[in-house]
Structures are given as structure tokens and as C-alpha cells.
């Protein structure tokens, strides 16, 4: 690899308060990777979008300055890898593959709230949507599977000898910690699930209260009182949802409602909904919604426990 010049700034201005590149701010160079730089408005952003991911935002300018300093050191370390991965024209990412990683990183990071409602909640702190976060992470996931690429080209071609072993052990043998001690595991996962039983109580529970509130029941307090996993918090109120912010089968459901209307009785892996539209707006819609999670009984549990007892039994004859 060509050797890089890479330049940093002395001063490295990102706006105070809410970590993001304010409109107000002039953008300005903070450093020099080869014949690219990276502005501080890009900085600031990179700094926004990892204090987001990693669910805490810095609450002293001390933090703020590390976090930004960790950020551009990374960003450094990419930019100079890109730089020689572009150059190898055979090098590719087809667009499917970076919407795929796209959808995983978005889930990753969703991953980490409690609920829907803390994920969009978080979101709005920081002044972006689901949508502005997948646009931010789209050329940087792309810029990284090319990156990928190119290391992995690169190590493909390293080979090491024995010979070279040897004397690398040797001569560090002293700094090399000792191996733990480890196992290789295999195992079995039984899965409490509820009975059908249990799934079809609580589908006629939905049923029933979406026709009390066709019949005049008041969505929210029906929300309140009988929604599961706090989803009934302010009347099962989600303020406004995107498409791309909730599993297929709910966003099927609510956004083919018009202002006003009730959704049918919706399966969704968190167990039973029903869907009201407030109000809507080109690509987003103010939804409500009350939820009633299909929990296991405590039967589920001990068939559970049972089957896991039997393959144990087998597993220890030896089958």
C-alpha cells in the first residue's frame, strides 16, 4: 500500500448541546486522508450516529471530546482503507447486499430499546427518523462491505510457514498469554410456546373488544385497560410510525386505514393488535393501537420441561 498522507486539524469544532451538524454551523476541514478530506459537519454527524448506537450520549465536554476524538480516528482508519479498496475496480457490493446488512444494522440497533415506543422516542431526541437513520448508515455500510472486501483480498494472500511460526513463538513465547481452558458445545433449545388453546382465548378477547370499540367504546381506555407489556401507555398512543418502523404484518394492516378507522384483529410476533389511524401524511401515519401478547400457561411451561427431560434422557444413552 502507497504511503498516505493524513492530516488532522488542530481544531475540531462540533456544535454543543444535541450532537448533530446544526444548519447554522460553517463547515470546515478537520482533516486531510490522501486527496479526501472529512468536513466537520461529517464529524459530527459520525459522532451523533455512535452516541445514538451506543445508547448513551456524553454529558460532559470531556466525553464529548473523546467520543469525537475515537470517531475520527476511525473514520481515518476507513477512509485509507477505502481509498486503496477503490482502487481495485474488481472489488463490488451489489445493492441487495447493502440493503440486507442495512436491514440488520437498523435491527441491531432497535435491538437495544425496551419497546417500539423507546426506539421512535430515542429517535426523536435526536431530531431523525427511521428513515434519516437508514440514509445514514446506507453509504457508510456501503463504504464498510467494500472495505471488507478488500482486507479480506488482502489477508487471502498472506501465507505464514511453519518456520515463521516457530520463531514468532520463540521469540515472544514470554508475551503470549496462556490459552483458558475451553470446551466445544452443542445443545438443544425447547422453545415455551403456548398451547393453541391459549392463542385462540386470546384471539376472541381481541375480537371482542375491537367490537366494543366499533360500538362506541373509547379506544384508549379499552387500550389502557387491557393492553400487554405497557403497550397501553397514553391510550396506545405510537405517534407517527413509518412503514419501515414496524413489522410487515402490522404496517400492512395500519396503513391501509383511513383517518378514524379500526383495523381488524392483526397477528404479529408480539401477539395480537388492533390498529387506529388518528391522522396521516404522505409516507408516515399517528397510529394507536391495543396489544395483547399470547403468553405461555403454566402447562406450556411443564410440557416444555417435559420433552426437554425426554431428549435429555436420550442424549445421555448415547443416541
Excluded at 408516515?284 to 391495543?290: E, G
Aim: with cysteine; proline share 3%; net charge neutral.
Amino acid at each position: 500500500m502507497k504511503y498516505l498522507w493524513v492530516i488532522v486539524a488542530v481544531a475540531l469544532i462540533v456544535p454543543g448541546g444535541r450532537i448533530r451538524a446544526e444548519q447554522e454551523t460553517i463547515d470546515r476541514i478537520v482533516a486531510i486522508v490522501g486527496n479526501d478530506v472529512i468536513l466537520a459537519s461529517e464529524l459530527a454527524e459520525q459522532v451523533q450516529m455512535a452516541a445514538f448506537q451506543s445508547g448513551h450520549r456524553p454529558q460532559t465536554q470531556q466525553e464529548l471530546t473523546q467520543l469525537r476524538d475515537q470517531v475520527l480516528e476511525q473514520m481515518i482508519s476507513d477512509r485509507l482503507f477505502l481509498i486503496e479498496a477503490k482502487k481495485d475496480t474488481t472489488i463490488t457490493v451489489r445493492p441487495e447486499e447493502v440493503e440486507q446488512a442495512l436491514d440488520e444494522q437498523v435491527s441491531r440497533v432497535q435491538e437495544r430499546f425496551n419497546s417500539e415506543q423507546e426506539f421512535q422516542a430515542a429517535l426523536a431526541r435526536e431530531g431523525l427518523t427511521v428513515r434519516d437513520l437508514r440514509k445514514r448508515y446506507r453509504s457508510d455500510i456501503e463504504n464498510q462491505l467494500l472495505r471488507q472486501r478488500y482486507i479480506q483480498r488482502k489477508l487471502y494472500k498472506v501465507s505464514i510457514s511453519k518456520r515463521e511460526t516457530e520463531e514468532f513463538y520463540q521469540k515472544y513465547q514470554d508475551s503470549i498469554p496462556n490459552q483458558p481452558e475451553a470446551v466445544r458445545l452443542a445443545h438443544l433449545q425447547i422453545s415455551i410456546t403456548p398451547s393453541q388453546r391459549i392463542d385462540d382465548s386470546v384471539k376472541q378477547l381481541a375480537t371482542a373488544l375491537r367490537k366494543r370499540i366499533v360500538d362506541g367504546a373509547d379506544f384508549a381506555s379499552i387500550a389502557e385497560q387491557y393492553s400487554s407489556m405497557g403497550a397501553g401507555a397514553n391510550g396506545g398512543d405510537l405517534g407517527w410510525v413509518t412503514r419501515d418502523a414496524v413489522v410487515p404484518e402490522f404496517a400492512k394492516a395500519a396503513f391501509n386505514l383511513n383517518v378514524g378507522e379500526i383495523s381488524g384483529v392483526v397477528r404479529t410476533q408480539f401477539g395480537y393488535h388492533i390498529i387506529k389511524c388518528e391522522d396521516k401524511q404522505a409516507e408516515r401515519s399517528h397510529l394507536r393501537h391495543v396489544l395483547l401478547s399470547v403468553v405461555p400457561s403454566a402447562a406450556d411451561t411443564a410440557a416444555a420441561y417435559k420433552l426437554a427431560d425426554s431428549l435429555l434422557t436420550v442424549a445421555r444413552g448415547g443416541a
